[in-house]
C-alpha cells in the first residue's frame, strides 16, 4: 500500500477541511488534486482507490472533503456549488504552499464539474479529468423528487437522500447551480481533457460527456467505462479509471526522473515525510521504510529491525524449498515467522526465534532434517558469524546534485 498522510487547509469561509495525501514511493514526478462525487466525501471507493493508483504510478493525490462533508468543518446545508469552486481553489494553493502544486485536476461527478468550473483559477494545472460528469451544474437537481425541490423552494431547506443518506440541503444551493454557466468554461478551458463515462450511467447519462467533449476544444480525448456504474463502485472499474488517467496524463505532466544505475544492493532515501519515513529501493522493489507512531515515526512502513527480520523469514523459506525439493518430499507450503528481541546483559545481545510451518506429509525424521537445514540457511549463518564493514564513504553533494 502507498503511504498516506493527512493534509488539512482553510477554506475561504475560514473552515477547515479535511485532506489525505496519497504519496508515492520515493519522491512524486507530479501532484493531482481529486474531487469528489456529489455529497460522496473523500473517502468513498473511486476516491481511494484512483489516488492510489496514480500514486502507485508515482503521481501524489490530495483527496479532501468539500465544506461540511466527512470531516471537515461548516454546515453541508449553507453550502453551494460556487463554495466548491472556492474550496478547489483553496486546496491547491495550500498545495502550492507546501511545494506540491497540483498539475493535474480530476473531478468525479459533480466533483468533475466543479474541476472544469474552477480550472481557469488553477494557474499551476496542466491537464484535466472529468469522470462521469454532468455538462451542466444543475444536473444534480434532477437527484431529487420534484416535491422535496418544491418543499425546499418554500421553506428554504429540505433534508433530501443521496445514496440512502440524508442531507440538508438549502435553497441558496438550487439558486446557485441553476446560475453556473458551464459551456463558456468548458469552451475557454485551454487545458488538455479526457472525459471517462460510462455508456450505461443511471444518474449522469452519457449524453453529459457528448455534450462536453463536442463544446471542449482539442486536445481532448474520451474513453469509456463500459459496463461501470456511475460511482464506480467496482473496484476493477476504478483501477481501470486511474490506469488509464496515468496513462494519458503522462503527455502532459513532467516525465519520472529515473533513478541512476547503482552498485549497491539496496538504498534508503528520506521522503521528507515524517520524522524516520525512507523510499526504499532493494533490488527491483519499491517500498517504504518508517519507525512507529511509539517512536516518533509515521508507522507507515516496516522498521529496519523488521526488514532485518523478513530477510532471514525469506532467507530460511527459500532454503528449506530448496532442501525439500532436491529430497523429493511431499511439502506443499513454507511459512516462516521471525521475531527478534534484544536481552539487557547477554552476548551477543541479539535473539531471533523462528517458527517455521510446513504443509506436507512430513515425518518426525523429516522434520528434525528441515530443522538442521534451516540453521544452514545464508543469512542465519551471517547474522550467526558475524560480518565486516568496508570504510563509510561519505559525500556532500550540493541540491543540484553536483559533488
Partial sequence: MMPTRPFDFTNSAGHTLSGRLELPVGPPHAWALFA?????GKDNLAAVRIARRLAGSGIGVLRFDFTGLGHSEGDFADTDFSLNIEDLVAAAKAMAAAGMAPALAIGHSLGGAAVLAAARLLPDV???VAIAAPFDAAH???????????EIERGGRADVLFGGRPFTVGKQFLDDVREQDQGPRIAALGRPLLLLHSPSDKVVGIDNATRIFVTAHHPKSFVSLDGADHLLSKSRDADFAADVIAAWSSRYLPEPVQAAASDF??????T???????AMRAGQAAFIADEPV???GLGSGPSPYDLLCA???ACTTMTLRQYVTAKGWPVERIRTAVAHRKEAGASPPDVFTRRITIEGAVDEEQRSKLAGAADRC???RTLEQGSRFDSVDVRITTKSGDA
Fill in 36 to 40: 469528489h462525487c456529489f455529497t460522496c
Fill in 126 to 128: 496542466r491537464a484535466v
Fill in 140 to 150: 444534480v437537481i434532477a437527484q431529487m423528487t420534484p416535491d422535496k425541490v418544491a
Fill in 265 to 270: 544492493d539496496a538504498e534508503a532515501e528520506e
Fill in 272 to 278: 521528507g515525510m515524517g520524522k524516520f519515513q525512507l
Fill in 294 to 296: 511509539s517512536v516518533g
Fill in 311 to 313: 530477510g532471514l523469514a
Fill in 378 to 380: 545464508p543469512v542465519h
